[in-house]
């Protein structure tokens, strides 16, 4: 059959109701009352027999279930919540479905009285706190489960971003083969059964050949909506699921969802040879197992990651090192690019302005092909912060040179220096092979059924090799950031030797901005009505999510001399060569503004008082380093201050005045924060401000 001829059915096999199959698995019996258990309006045919009672429809819930376990329902299910208990032999599983109260009932065997589940999650969890991996974790996963749960097969099956499954851990008896490495197709567990683990994290089927028990509605009622059993553990199982497992060797099956961050990333799959069903507290052992070690599991993951993340900050740092020393990105990329494609697990790396390779380390497709590349993704690729493929001929289309085809992957970082075009910074990945091993081939297989085709198990689930061509291996998200993180270090050096260009557009901008109300004329920096205004949005947004946010508030020096002995007009060639200086230090995201007079504020959002008291530094040495014609040293006094978030605007820019003014008396020249009587230089030179 053709896609086109399959797509209705694989649509109708996705939409295959499985959560009100309108039975029950024979191991128990279902009740669903109207609310309030007021009367059945629906039970499984074996109720009557369940419950020892010659009329179902005609019985009273106080008739048929213990009235402790009815007064804890209501309870339970007026607060959403779900009744789990066991009296008098039987467990009762209770939820609300819709418009029904619905009660499962398990008879208990004799002697129920186990291991307790307090011991049981004891060793397991003792057992886990020991694995320091997260592979090692999740092989303990598999062996825990296995042995409580008494499964032939249990295996940790993780999803890809396409569902597609693979077995990542497995313990095995003898009876049953591994399924350890194997791939499965993501129609083997399909979106709406994969929806079912966010209502009940356990699914068991005791037996893949046993047929249903029905469910029957009373005589006298008008037609009622099948009732949504998502929440229980008795649902009856999907014909195309029991052939599914008859046609993997299986008789039994269970499985619990491992979830992370309320998604889920994978399921506990157990397998056995025979019919067998698990106990209630069995059951819930098993859940809470699963969670704990789901919550060990990620909380190894994320250490490797910092783990990772420390590497890259210690590369960035030794960069920044040698960034402080003026190097050119050709400096850094030379002394620096190795160590970028060891973390990054890259072949080979270039920096490209326009359509030039202005950098480059490692193994490289030639110019033509990168010239290809990256006019490619000047047209497809908006402004995203990276973009990454593991087969560059599929994402892209392009023909490459014969001599590149062995390049697969790609992750591209755009660095929007100046015009719409960005430069890039490019990472290349080699092709690596892959073999991949289906458990079966993962064909649609499509069989007669009473109203014409429908899609199928596979029959076979021999192991059936793929051989993957024309990908790297994939890049992790972990990859990326740090990928990202480089080329915004890499874009201050390259920014930079744009300066004069950038400042010479900026002078122009300026000169037209000085018509607009929210630019000073003088020196074409925001005014204080727009700073004012910024400040506020500013402080609400941070406000809002407890964001931090800084000021730093700068005063000239001795300005007034300045003017009465050189003339206003040299004043303002000062403020403006100050105003520049300024302007080419803070971020794009900064407010910098002029207060009034001589006076100017920065307002940095995201900013902590620490790295504010850096920014204000980097300021005042600037200014400090200018030449304005033959005037002595132009000197800047900077106060600095956080916002708390219990202030209003105007009172974090009376501290940062304050601590201005602190800084003035303290000698000029010089940083203060608020709150501290220490600038960062001192000056003992008491002339007026």
């Known amino acids: 059959m053709s896609q086109s001829e399959l797509q209705p059915l694989i649509d109708a096999c996705e939409q295959e109701p499985i959560h009100i199959p309108g039975g029950i698995q024979p191991y128990g019996a279902m009740l669903a009352f109207s609310p309030y258990f007021s009367r059945v309006l629906q039970a499984s045919a074996n109720a009557a027999d369940f419950f020892a009672v010659d009329d179902i429809w005609q019985a009273s819930a106080h008739s048929l279930i213990d009235g402790w376990v009815l007064q804890q329902a209501h309870e339970a299910l007026q607060f959403g919540e779900t009744l789990s208990v066991e009296v008098g032999g039987i467990a009762y599983l209770v939820y609300a479905s819709d418009s029904y109260w619905v009660v499962e009932a398990e008879r208990l065997a004799p002697h129920h009285a186990q291991t307790s589940i307090r011991r049981t999650l004891e060793r397991a969890i003792h057992a886990f706190a020991n694995q320091q991996t997260p592979q090692d974790l999740l092989n303990e996963l598999t062996r825990q489960v296995r042995r409580v749960s008494g499964f032939e097969r249990v295996m940790v099956y993780q999803f890809d971003a396409d569902w597609h499954g693979r077995v990542t851990a497995d313990a095995t008896g003898q009876r049953l083969s591994s399924m350890l490495g194997h791939h499965f197709p993501a129609s083997d567990i399909p979106a709406q059964a994969r929806a079912m683990y966010s209502h009940n994290p356990f699914r068991i089927i005791g037996s893949a050949t046993q047929n249903p028990i029905p469910l029957q509605a009373a005589a006298d009622t008008l037609e009622q909506t099948p009732v949504n059993m998502s929440a229980g553990a008795l649902r009856a199982v999907s014909p195309i699921h029991m ?10 099956s269970s499985s619990i969802g491992i979830f992370n961050e309320n998604k889920l990333w994978g399921i506990i799959a157990c397998h ?6 698990l106990n209630v507290k069995t059951r ?11 919550q060990r599991f990620f909380y190894l993951e994320q250490a490797a990651t910092q783990g990772y993340q420390r590497q890259v900050h210690k590369l960035r740092d030794t960069m920044a090192r040698d960034d402080a020393r003026s190097q050119t990105p050709q400096q850094l990329f030379d002394n620096h690019a190795q160590g970028w494609l060891d973390v990054l697990n890259a072949d080979g790396c270039c920096y490209i302005e326009g359509q030039q390779r202005v950098c480059s380390m490692g193994n490289l497709p030639t110019q033509t092909s990168c010239r290809a590349i990256t006019a490619w993704l000047n047209e497809n690729v908006q402004r995203q912060p990276y973009w990454s493929t593991r087969n560059i001929l599929q994402s892209t289309g392009l023909t490459l040179q014969s001599d590149d085809r062995d390049f697969a992957g790609l992750m591209a970082v755009p660095m929007y220096l100046q015009g719409e075009e960005p430069a890039w910074l490019l990472f290349y990945r080699k092709e690596e092979v892959e073999v991949r091993s289906w458990a079966g081939k993962p064909e649609k297989q499509v069989y007669k059924g009473a109203t014409g085709d429908m899609l199928g198990p596979r029959k076979s689930f021999a192991m059936w090799q793929q051989k993957v061509e024309g990908q790297s291996a994939p890049w992790s998200d972990e990859t990326l950031f740090a990928a990202r993180d480089l080329a915004r270090d890499l874009l201050v050096v390259t920014d930079s030797m744009h300066l004069k260009s950038l400042n010479e557009k900026l002078a122009c901008a300026n000169a037209k901005l000085t018509e607009l109300a929210e630019r000073d004329d003088l020196t074409g920096v925001w005014n204080r009505r727009y700073a004012e205004q910024r400040l506020k949005e500013g402080l609400q947004k941070a406000k809002r999510y407890q964001h931090p946010l800084s000021v730093l508030l700068l005063d000239l020096d001795r300005f007034k001399q300045i003017n009465d002995q050189h003339g206003h007009n040299v004043g303002d060639q000062v403020l403006q060569a100050v105003c520049d200086e300024v302007a080419g230090l803070v971020r794009e995201t900064d407010i910098f503004a002029r207060w009034g007079g001589e006076e100017f504020i920065v307002i940095t959002s995201d900013t902590r008082a620490n790295d504010a008291l850096g920014l204000a530094e980097r300021v005042r040495q600037a200014v400090a380093n200018l030449q304005v014609g033959d005037l002595p040293k132009v000197t800047v006094s900077i106060g600095v201050a956080e916002f708390q978030h219990d202030q209003t605007w105007d009172s974090i820019v009376e501290r940062a005045d304050k601590a201005m003014y602190r800084a003035k008396q303290q000698g000029r020249d010089q940083v203060v924060s608020d709150g501290s009587n ?7 030179d008491s002339e007026s401000a």
């Open 243 to 252: 052939q599914y497992l008859q046609n993997l060797g299986v008789a039994a």
């Open 272 to 277: 056995h040879i025979e019919d067998i069903w």
């Open 284 to 294: 819930e052992a098993l859940v809470l197992m699963v969670q704990y070690a789901s």
């Open 678 to 684: 220490s600038g960062s230089k001192a000056n003992a």
